[in-house]
Each structure stands twice: as structure tokens, then as C-alpha cells.
């Protein structure tokens, strides 16, 4: 990893967009909609640093490459970080093409080397991503130290949560009835019984390629990893990197079937075929377990 991502909180924060030219127009039409308060700036006001005094970021976009220098020389010295257009080594970070769902942002970047890539990439990941998902989020936002309260406990907690968005409550923000979808999240609270977690055998010995679509969501949906030492480091790779990781050798029956009790998503890493014994003991405990396929 190249750069580190990350997000800055824009409500109550100040933002300056220097300069002239199409660069600065697509930058003030990026952050039109945001709780940012921002400052435009153009001329001798720009090269002076006591205009980004208290700013939290700065954008600067110019074709005079003189005035490009001093103005993110005037940004630096009052310890704000810019970003120059089509300027990568005067970069403090860089601008990613960004999906916008409100609550939800995605953002794909390349660093500055391909502005055109980071495009192409967003149209594509944007058509998968629901216009109502920003509504979810703001849903569980706005409940969220309800649910807390109430499951106070995270293995439970992850898995009310896991199955409330897939649930009515959810539907109803996607939907735009938030009263709605208050109401059946509380009563989904209120029923109080965490959902049943999931045991899925995976074969894992690789190459990844081989992995199906149901393969690639179960590893970034899992909560536990039970790896045998015959698995492809590619395949782990790609798990969530949250998730707990165990050795197959240490972790009996018993105990992946109380976690899947605890409403846990546990995926079993094979280095091969998965054992019937192994299966055949999980239903024996109550726990029934999944073969998740890979391509031939």
C-alpha cells in the first residue's frame, strides 16, 4: 500500500479551493453538497498564508505553475494539508474519485498516476452501490447507541447488525420511510435473540482466482478464520483483516459450534477437500456447516 487512505470529518471544518480554471470548478462542485464551510480564494490572497488560518484542508488548481508553488507554500506554512491539481510532488495527499451516498463514501485512488483509472474503477463500482445505502447508514447511525446498549456484547451485537441489513428495517431506509425503519429496528432489538451465526467450509489451497463470488463475499463477511497450514496466503488475503485467525489444530468442534452459536459468521480454510468426519461431528453439536464451491 502505496498511500493510506483515510477520511476527514467535514461538518464544522473549513476548506479552501484556491485559484482559477476548470480543476478548481470540479473541486467546488465535489464538496457543494458537503457541512464544510468553504472559502474560495483567488490572486495576492491566495499566495498569503493567513488566508488557510484554521482550514482544515486546501485545494489548489492553477495553469500558472508559479502560482501553484507559492500558493501550496502558503497552505504548508500555515500547516494545512493541499492537494494541487495535475501537481502530484507538490501533493500532500491526493483527490480519489469518490462515490457519494451520503453516509456512505467510497473512493478510489491511484496516487495521482492515473486520475482516468480511478474514473473508470468508480463507474463500475458505483452501479453496486445502492443509492439507499447512505440511508442505512444514517439509520444505524442514529440508533447506534441503542443497539449498543442493548447488546453490549460485539460477537452479538455484529450479528444483529448483520442481519438488520438484510432486513426490513433496512428496506424501509432504502426506501426513504426512516420513521418506518426506526420502528422495525427496535422491534428487532426487542425480540432480543441474536440470529443463528454460519459455519462454511472453504477450500482454500488456491490459486485465488479459483474463488467464487459466494467465496469472496463469505471471506469479507467472516468474523473467525480456522486455517489449515496448507492454505493459500492469496485466499487469506483477502478476508476481512478484523477477522480472528486460528489454527485448525487448536480449535475442536465444540468450539466452532459455540461460536456460530454466538451468531459468529466462521469460515473453515481447507488446504484440500473439507473432512466429512469434521462436518459430521458439527451436526452431531447442532451446528450444520456449508460447502462454499471454488471454480473448476
Known sequence: MDAFPAFFPLAGRTVVVAGTGPAVESKLRLLSGSPARLVRLEGEAALDPGSYAGASLAFIGSDDDAFAERAAAAARAAHVPVNVADRPALCDFTTPAVIDRGEVVAAIGTGGASPMLATLLRQDIEARVPEGAGRIAALLRSLQQ???????????????????????AAQAAAAGDMETAKARLREALARGAPPEGLIEFLPAAGPAERLTLAAARALAAADVLVLDEAVDPAVVALARREADRWAALEVAPERLAELARQGLRVLRLVGGVPDPSEIRALAELGAEAQVLPVAP
Open 146 to 168: 441503542e443497539v449498543r446498549e442493548a447488546l453490549p456484547e460485539l460477537p452479538a451485537r455484529r450479528a444483529f447488525l448483520r442481519a438488520a441489513l438484510s432486513g426490513p
